[in-house]
């Protein structure tokens, strides 16, 4: 029926609130992912004692199975018996939250628990990346007499610049794809409110047996991603050094 799916699909109020959620999420996740790996590689960067142990224990959670991480920050955040508001509810808080179930936190909710189960993998390119400054840079803009503050920003955040680019896009790429943590974390809920785009074709393809419907999607999201993608390495050339 040629273009009708798409048409479809841009006048489907639900595909559409899913290409939305989509964008949140990613607006959460990449920001917090970005912050939380350079300073966990730059922690990982300095001289302490049990250095390697304490390199793979950060590894743990990026190894570890994604449905197992997902059912375990499920139990944790459980608003009846879950440990979080069990130590909320001892520090006397009588307003506890509801977190998943909670239609305007599981979303952030959900994107936190993705950048705890992901932040390892980038936090060891950017301690790759930090390896790889070269000292005798540090050493001239000491003499200078700059701040570690400033060697920050004029040393080490643009000799790791390609670095950023490279996990940005593809934490972009991976946020829009995010199904498995979902689909155990919340099933969509509550209300859809945790329905994003890669849930939604899923479930229209599989659940439903909308494949055509499903394709579109699909197809619009990767155009969307592909433009998106695009756009970055265009403004690369503006901030990215190599």
Avoid at 38 to 63: C, D, E, F, S, W
Avoid at 158 to 187: C, D, E, H, K, R
Avoid at 211 to 234: D, H, P, R
Wanted: aromatic residues 14%.
């Amino acid at each position: 029926i040629g273009v009708l799916n798409y048409l479809v699909v841009f006048n489907d109020s639900d595909a559409m609130a899913s290409f939305g959620r989509s964008i949140i999420f990613a607006l959460i996740e990449v920001p917090l992912m970005i912050v939380m790996a350079l300073v966990l590689a730059l922690l990982l960067n300095g001289q302490y004692h049990a250095k390697g142990a304490m390199r793979t224990m950060v590894l743990i959670p990026y190894v570890c199975n994604i449905v197992a991480v997902a059912i375990a920050w499920r139990t944790m955040l459980d608003p009846g018996s879950g440990i979080v508001n069990s130590i909320l509810g001892g520090f006397g808080l009588t307003e506890l939250p509801q977190w998943l179930g909670d239609p305007q936190m599981a979303l952030a909710i959900s994107a936190v628990v993705y950048v705890y189960m992901n932040v390892s993998y980038q936090a060891v390119v950017y301690l790759a990346a930090l390896q790889g400054v070269p000292a005798e840079l540090y050493e001239s803009a000491r003499m200078d007499g700059a701040s570690r503050w400033r060697q920050f920003w004029s040393v080490t955040f643009p000799s790791i610049s390609p670095a950023t680019f490279f996990l940005v896009v593809t934490s972009v790429l991976g946020s829009f794809q995010t199904y498995n943590l979902i689909a155990t974390l919340t099933n969509g809920g509550p209300g859809g409110t945790t329905e994003v785009a890669a849930f939604h074709i899923i479930q229209l393809a599989f659940n439903f047996n909308q494949f055509s419907m499903a394709t579109a999607q699909a197809f619009l999201l990767y155009i969307f991603l592909k433009v998106l993608t695009v756009i970055q390495f265009k403004g690369q050339k503006k901030w990215v050094n190599y």
